[in-house]
């Protein structure tokens, strides 16, 4: 789905992510679940284009549901896959993500076993491990489709990062924020749980890295993309409860 300027959306109600556009050539920003990789191709197959036009790869972080199987589409499109090298381990396979037990707690909760359900099916308990991984930093703005510019915001995951492309008015914040909370089921701005954010305080703080970028549309890897501005989105997150859910 074409969801802005040359900026496709891709994914599930559970899990978005975005393949960018730039004169032919592509960045994908995650990948979603394992199984979602078709979509890709699909996609690329419906503008007349195939998978060698995927230049780059970028992990907003490591986690099952937003690696995918990006190492099958690094293969087939020779593309690279670019993470924070604080989410290296992950991404690898070498430490994969581990929900709390606390997870069984709330398992009742309906939209917490349908979200499970989902990314067992999907293939989000055994992500394929990348290989080869190129790494970007805070700061760094990237020669890649699109031109994203790299702002660290750990919390959710120690390597948790947003892309900013200035020219697109467009924040990709990953899971630094989401609209959707897939374990209540709530819409709006918010901070995913503590169930999958290992550090809730360091999330909330690297809001305020956020407050200061121009863009008009953040796209969320939980929820449909907020087009309200950046600093709209985190003042609705910071009136949310420090749990964030
Ligand atoms: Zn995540």
Redesign the pocket.
């Known amino acids: 789905m074409l969801v802005a300027d040359r900026i496709h959306m891709l994914g599930t109600r559970s899990v978005h992510w975005y393949a960018v556009e730039d004169g032919g050539r592509f960045t994908v920003i995650d990948m979603g679940n394992p199984k979602q990789w078709p979509q890709l191709v699909t996609l690329l197959d419906s503008l007349g284009h195939s998978l060698d036009v995927v230049e780059a790869i970028l992990l907003t972080?490591a986690?099952p549901?937003?690696v995918g199987n990006a190492e099958y589409v690094r293969v087939e499109s020779g593309a690279k896959v670019w993470v924070h090298p604080a989410d290296e381990a992950m991404a690898t396979g070498e430490a994969p993500m581990r929900m709390p037990p606390s997870i069984v707690k709330y398992l009742w909760r309906p939209a917490v076993f349908r979200y499970m359900v989902t990314a067992m099916r999907e293939g989000a308990m055994k992500p394929p491990p990348i290989r080869e991984l190129a790494f970007f930093n805070d700061g760094e703005e990237l020669d890649v489709p699109g031109k994203p510019r790299v702002i660290h915001t750990p919390g959710?995951?120690p390597g948790?990062c947003s892309l900013h492309m200035p020219q697109r008015s467009a924040l990709f914040a990953?899971?630094a924020l989401a609209t959707y909370n897939p374990f209540t089921s709530s819409i709006g701005p918010t901070l995913?749980p503590d169930l999958?954010?290992v550090d809730m305080v360091e999330a909330r703080k690297s809001l305020e890295r956020l407050v200061d970028i121009k863009a008009e549309t953040v796209f969320v890897?939980h929820g449909e993309p907020w087009t309200g501005g950046v600093l709209e989105a985190v003042q609705a997150v910071r009136q949310t409860a420090p749990a964030g859910g």
Request: without cysteine.
């Open positions: 972080h986690h549901d937003h959710h995951t948790s990953g899971d995913l999958v954010t890897g």
